[in-house]
């Protein structure tokens, strides 16, 4: 935008006209993706292309994740300039060229909002103790508030607005007529995305089939677009007429936006509802929650074998032989592996370590490498009791989340019995 500073600094002090109806965004947001659906495939294209890389190559070094988010973050943020910089211009009386200074800040406006919200998250990560925990905790209260008050931050810098403090005060302008939009724009793709990945993994919810662990990448990626499209909609819906003129946007927006909406599909209009969001929302808990009880259910995958026990003080060291031609112990995790009695009462306090013939691997007891279908693992456990009490007991188990392996004898090294294996 060219305008000068003083209508910049007028941007967002225009209150909603009562006397006309307000805009629905929904209708808008379906026009919005119909009109631009033959760009959508290859930007979709790009959006996968983190997502892949990472469960293709099973990432799991904490580096290595983090360097797919940033790859992430950029290509979304540079998905959501192209098509608020398309839109932008093709309701502008003269279109114009994206300018180098709108990127910078609207790449670091971005960047700037997502490590807000998973700074948080990561200081609780990288802390143990409870109380730091709670830190982080109370950590996202503001962030939280400051994310859905500045929510259309996008917008305003797409539009070529310049100074920090008009990019700001546009945004939570076009929050306060409506402090729930930011909510809106979710509702429906968490919903969506939700109910298909949870269906997606009901055959199998701990990702040990392949086929089904990137059809549930590819969907979970529609979030994105479907979130941007319903931002952009709102965004436009809510710019007052006084502010929709010194945008220099096309005269008669509601007319322009009745065009936008026509030919596209009533049932996308539908389906980005938040109401029916929330249902889908719903329905989507319920599967997971499905899912998660056949999860903690289902024996593992691979075939293990106690090879060897031993104990020291209040230490049981196992030596395990797991072997998974099948499906190469994807999904598979051994930081659920667990001592305890015939009910599953609990021996094991903490599982302290995760060792491997194959190497000192990181994250090992997170994942183990695909590359293999035998692997020899010797886990150590902390437990309860010791000496005695420990040597002494006659039902001691093997577990893997709630599934009982194999019996562990700690007055003998003889080998165990197999663990019967899921097919």
């Known amino acids: 935008m060219q305008g000068k500073s003083g209508d910049e600094a007028n941007l967002g002090a225009e209150s909603p006209d009562e006397s006309q109806p307000a805009i629905d965004a929904i209708p808008l947001a379906a026009g919005l993706l119909w009109s631009d659906r033959r760009i959508l495939l290859p930007l979709f294209l790009l959006l996968l292309i983190p997502s892949l890389i990472e469960s293709f190559f099973r990432v799991s070094s904490i580096s290595g994740l983090m ?8 290509i979304q943020l540079v998905f959501l300039l192209i098509i608020t910089h398309r839109w932008i211009n093709r309701l502008r009386l003269k279109p114009q060229a994206l300018a180098a200074g709108t990127v910078i800040r609207f790449m670091a406006a971005g960047y700037l909002a997502w ?99 990137y059809m549930a990448t590819v969907t979970a990626e529609f979030f994105w677009p479907m979130c941007c499209y319903l931002s952009l909609a709102y965004g436009f819906s809510m710019i007052g007429e006084r502010e929709w003129r010194m945008l220099q946007l096309e005269p008669y927006k509601r007319d322009r936006f009745e065009t936008i909406t026509k030919g596209s599909p009533g049932m996308w209009t539908s389906a980005l509802r938040p109401r029916n969001g929330v249902k889908l929302l719903f329905i989507a808990a319920l599967v997971w929650l499905a899912n998660k009880i056949q999860l903690e259910t289902t024996p593992p995958a691979p075939e293990i074998k106690i090879v060897n026990a031993s104990m020291n003080d209040d230490r049981v060291t196992l030596k395990l032989s797991l072997s998974d031609e099948r499906y190469h112990f994807r999904g598979f995790q051994p930081v ?22 194959i190497g000192d691997l990181p994250g090992l007891r997170f994942e183990l490498p695909s590359r293999f279908s035998e692997v020899d693992l010797t886990l ?22 709630l599934s009982k392996l194999a019996k562990v004898d700690l007055s003998s090294s003889a080998t165990q019995q197999v663990s019967p294996n899921a097919e």
């Open 336 to 357: 659920h592996f667990v001592l305890a009695g015939e009910n599953r009462h609990l021996v094991s306090v903490e599982l302290e370590n995760v060792r491997s013939a």
């Open 115 to 213: 490590f807000s919200l998973i700074s948080p998250l990561m200081f609780q990560l990288a802390e143990t103790d409870d109380q730091s925990r709670l830190v982080g905790l109370f950590l996202m209260v503001p962030v939280i508030f400051l994310w859905l008050r500045y929510y259309f931050y996008f917008l305003p810098i797409a539009f070529g607005i310049k100074g920090w403090r008009e990019i700001l005060h546009f945004s939570h302008s076009l929050v306060q007529r409506n402090w729930k939009t930011p909510l809106y724009t979710i509702a429906a793709p968490l919903g969506i995305v939700g109910l298909i990945s949870g269906l997606i993994y009901a055959p199998a919810p701990d990702g040990r089939v392949a086929e089904l662990q």
């Open 67 to 74: 360097g797919m988010l940033v790859l992430q973050r950029t």
């Open 380 to 401: 150590t456990f902390k437990t309860n009791r010791s000496g005695e009490a420990l040597s002494g007991l006659k039902d001691l188990y093997l577990w893997y989340r």
